[in-house]
């Protein structure tokens, strides 16, 4: 059995998302070989998280500022709303500089094989937000997978109950820049046929 | 870009072993959404960690106390060493319940691709407790892949050099348990046919 220090340290990692105990040691192992410095490095940063790092209380990404940069920068058109999982896919769309709109982060997705978790998402914060008067659009961007697919339908029902006259859209499906149509599956081959653009 | 203080610690998480940026976006943003406290538990088993493990002067393991559990034990036998390369080994053999000597932690292996890195290894320290009169056996236990076979050759040498008369051994090599002889490799088979036992 290792020193209960060690055997702490495992089992804390080991909480973190797909980390088993062999991966769990070792991180633990190469902490202790690189010695004190890299492992009160990493105690700090995560210090330094805690103690600043807060909840947006407008689109609940995570920031060092509440509002958050976004969320009170004037120049954002305030109107729209795009619902997205988690903080990185704001990073991901914010890369492309095609859009200047507003956030709102759900903080998860509906997971089918596990419904309860439904209570940790900001769903109703979502449903505060849109019953106001600013907001003329919501965008669903999330991943088209089976959890993405069943958040967007059970939002946007959710949505539509809440404030009726709102335009809600999701991110277009098609082909992916690159593909080949031959290996093209049949539901994205549909969507791409169904919302075909012209070509003038 | 993230606020600073989730870069800093998805650069830190990033030093771990095998962990890209990805990875620790992931683990950084897991962390945000479970909430101080698990952040706090986290920071928290470092500090338990750096402030009492520390390293075995004997045998270089990590452990709570010097000399560890191991060393300490007056009922292991001392004249044998058995050389890891890295502290989860010890956990490995100790568990079979079959050896009762004595360790050295080499704290890694020579790596062919990087042979700089040989100077942080525990070779001199294990040179100098052989070169006592105390120690008759010294078995290495590396596993006999490239660096394994490369770090054994190296130690055998060395150790040869700085005393000639010790016993040095190996785990033996063969065919593993519930294999299939029709998929053995070459080398496997070689060593299982050279090395065979009488089965009377």
Not at 34 to 62: H, P, R, Y
Not at 84 to 95: G, H, T, Y
Not at 109 to 136: A, F, H, M, Q, S
Request: with cysteine.
């Amino acid at each position: 059995m290792y020193p209960l220090p060690i055997q702490n340290l495992i089992k804390t990692f080991g909480k973190l998302p797909s980390v088993g105990q062999r991966t769990a040691e070792r991180y633990v192992f190469h902490l202790l070989k690189s010695g004190k410095k890299d492992v009160g490095e990493l105690a700090l940063a995560l210090k330094n998280l805690s103690d600043t790092v807060k909840s947006c209380q407008i689109c609940w990404d995570f920031s060092d500022k509440n509002p958050c940069n976004i969320c009170s920068d004037k120049k954002r058109i305030r109107n729209t709303v795009c619902v997205v999982s988690d903080s990185q896919n704001i990073q991901i769309i914010e890369k492309m500089n095609k859009y200047n709109g507003l956030y709102h982060v759900l903080r998860g997705v509906i997971k089918t094989d596990n419904p309860e978790k439904i209570k940790d998402l900001k769903i109703n914060e979502l449903l505060r937000k849109i019953k106001g008067l600013e907001i003329k659009e919501v965008i669903l961007a999330f991943s088209p997978d089976l959890n993405g697919e069943t958040t967007m339908m059970f939002l946007k029902n959710k949505i539509k109950e809440a404030n009726p006259n709102l335009k809600i859209t999701r991110l277009a499906r098609g082909l992916p820049t690159g593909s080949d149509l031959q290996y093209a599956d049949e539901i994205t081959l549909g969507d791409a046929l169904k919302n075909r653009t012209e070509n003038n």
